[in-house]
């Protein structure tokens, strides 16, 4: 099994920054995609950012400029920066990972619980 713990999030005001912060642990062989996602009041998830396992990295347009994904493979870590905060921000963010278990395995979709981030205008 695999765990995926989120740390950051919380309260901030329009204009703000936070840092999200998940680590991925328990059975892993390796990390294919690694990222977040959010889910607003009545809305889908969707995507933020994620990284490839070779470092491509996607944006969500909503945040191009704004936010900035990376990734630490050593310590199967996934930070996300998050500057200049609008209201739209809002919601809950989801770490997620594809994780390749073991040698004979196809990748599983993995979610962390989910971490709240409030932008107050």
């Known amino acids: 099994q695999v765990q995926l713990k989120e740390s950051g999030g919380g309260l901030v005001q329009a204009g703000g920054s936070l840092r999200l912060s998940c680590a991925a642990s328990?059975?892993?062989?390796?990390?294919?995609?690694m990222g977040w996602h959010r889910q607003a009041p009545g809305k889908k998830r969707e995507l933020v950012a994620r990284v490839t396992a070779g470092g491509d990295i996607k944006y969500a347009d909503s945040v191009k400029g704004r936010f900035t994904i990376s990734r630490h493979n050593a310590e199967n870590t996934v930070p996300l920066e998050m500057n200049s905060l609008k209201s739209e921000d809002t919601g809950i963010y989801y770490c997620?990972?594809?994780?390749?278990?073991?040698?004979?395995?196809?990748?599983?979709?993995?979610w962390g619980q989910g971490t709240q981030v409030t932008v107050s205008s």
């Open positions: 328990g059975s892993i062989f390796n990390i294919r995609d």
């Open positions: 997620h990972a594809q994780v390749v278990e073991d040698l004979w395995s196809a990748a599983k979709d993995y």
